[in-house]
């Protein structure tokens, strides 16, 4: 038995059908709410799954605000970025990155999830972070279908 391929216009056909999704990070380990994410922007649950097409859906994660860090993360764990000049380290704890900007959490820990290939930066276009729940009005029109990711909360 051959793994099937679809290719030219099958493989475009299969591009097209993108869906929208609803995800709401309250109360959500922020590490399991990105890997769930990132298999919906990848597209891999779905049954025409092909690994070098982007075939994933839209993902829109609301309430980033309110998603949990396990362990000492929240005293422990540093963002850092390097400007390429000398002594250009920065460095941000994340306390302070969540309570000036949760959504960059939630984006950084999205699109660290993703395979570190050339369809990265399209999947990850695909991904809108919001910090509270009035922001999903906008997207009223694309009719977005809320996922329920189990709560881990009772542990």
Not at 17 to 37: E, I, S
């Amino acid at each position: 038995m051959r793994t099937y391929v679809p290719k030219g216009r099958e493989a475009e056909e299969l591009m097209a059908g993108k869906n929208w999704f609803v995800v709401d990070a309250n109360g959500q380990v922020l590490g399991r709410l990105a890997t769930r994410v990132a298999r919906l922007l990848i597209g891999k649950d779905k049954p025409t799954f092909t690994p070098h097409l982007d075939c994933g859906d839209h993902v829109i994660v609301i309430n980033a605000e309110r998603v949990r860090l396990t362990g000492n993360k929240i005293d422990q764990k540093v963002y850092r970025r390097h400007s390429g000049y000398p002594g250009g380290l920065k460095e941000i704890p994340i306390r302070a990155l969540m309570q000036r900007r949760p959504d960059e959490v939630v984006r950084e820990a999205v699109v660290g999830m993703l395979p570190k290939n050339k369809l990265r930066a399209r999947r990850a276009r695909k991904l809108r972070v919001y910090v509270g729940s009035e922001s999903l009005a906008r997207h009223a029109g694309q009719k977005p279908q809320p996922i329920a990711l189990p709560s881990r909360e009772g542990r």
